[in-house]
């Protein structure tokens, strides 16, 4: 048994980087543009303020799983025909960014408004605000949901195996398929899922002490 | 104007400003000027307007009507044409000309006391590091504060960090300071060390416009007292006149009866 499993683990390793790549295409997509619409949401003009606020209650409100299908078998009725893989990321995204929008409205949100006012006082443009004082102030309240969402995008990217990418979830599911061992292959998988965000959550608890000095 | 006994334009030229917050009109057709180096008291009730106008005139607050100028120079619209506001730049560019000193001293808590005042001269003068650092330790050794440039806000009283507060809007080099209540947050035995800072930058020649409620200091430092009430200059004048008790004002008397009476 541990020789058939031990056979499977380049293929699993495979299963596993997939894993690891989808979750960061996601992660670092949805920041971006969760950032951006965020900060549109807290600054913007009205108008801007009510799109970024119908997208992320409308894409909060849907599970998960629905907003894959619908963008893999769904989109392409108006066209758009995404391979498997990135209709995945682009759902994943989607549903990432509405979060990392919240995220970044209530950590903008704690910092109190003389914060900006008196960077406004001394002459800073509006980039230079959020790059200078009001991101830094931020950051810290910003980074535990995140690193919390981070830790949810890894764990999430399992469901991409349910369009037949070969991601660890998937990877883990053929070698059942060929082996019968199911119960020590999930331990196993879920071990390695463990181990990847409990090393996340300890990397946030220490980023987050680093920068515990700054106190209102 | 016509009571100007310079022929000099005003520094600050604030001429009938309106502003309303909805169905409140907060400031009633204010006009004021300051001429440079002069220190122009404003006092008043609460919600006479006093720090409206303040903020109108670096325009962290918009106004409805009038005009605002620095040096000749509109605020927060632009000369030509319709009534339009300020490019963001030109906006920042303006109002890195007016120093602000907030009631509640709005350091920035991730910089120490050098940093908060640095990040102004680095990023809008364009100073460098070591340039910007000297210029800050300059500032702070002026405030009494040299030992503690490398202190964060949170280390700091409540007396020491509106001092940085001053520090950080002066070394900017502005044309006017605006000092919004400064000392309203402090601790009474704090007041007088701050005071101190901005006596002596009136006797640089500093020109300043303050909203104060201590009203011993605005007769000692101040050029001028102007009186608001319900968003109008109800009153305006030499210290000694408008601190007088037998002001023909009834408002204003009625507002330093009271406010005599709260004081002891």
Redesign the interface.
Known sequence: MLIQIAYALPFLAQGFALTLWVSLLVVVFSLIAGVIMGVGLVYGPVPLQWAVRIFSDTIRGIPILVLIFFVYYGLPAVGLHLPSFWAAVLALTLFKTAQVVEYLRGAVGSI?R??S??????????R?RLA??IF??AFRRFLPPWINGVTDAVKGSALVSLLGITDLMQAINQVIGRTYEAMPLYVLGALIYFAVNYALSLASRRLERRFS???? | MSTSSTTVPALLDVTDVSKSFGTVQVLRSVSLQVARGEVVTVIGPSGSGKTTLLRCV?F?ESYDSGSIRIDGKEVGFRETGARQRRS??DL??M??????V?Q?F?????LTAAGNIM??LT??RGKSRAEARTIAEHWLGRVGLAHKADS?P?ELSGGQQQRVGIA??VA?GPKILLLDEITSALDPELVGEVLEVVRSLAEDGMTMVMVTHEMAFARDASSRIIFMADGGVSAAGPPAEILAADTDNERLRTFLARFRASHF
Not at chain 2, 106 to 110: G, I, Q
Request: hydrophobic residues 50%; aromatic residues 10%.
């Open positions: 109190p003389g914060q006012e008196a960077a406004m006082a001394i002459g800073l443009t509006f230079q200078y004082v830094p102030q000095f700054i106190r209102e | 670096n962290l963001e730049r920042a560019a109002r890195a000309e007016t120093g602000m907030f509640s709005n350091l920035f808590p991730h990040l102004g990023k809008v964060l949170a950080r809007a900017m």
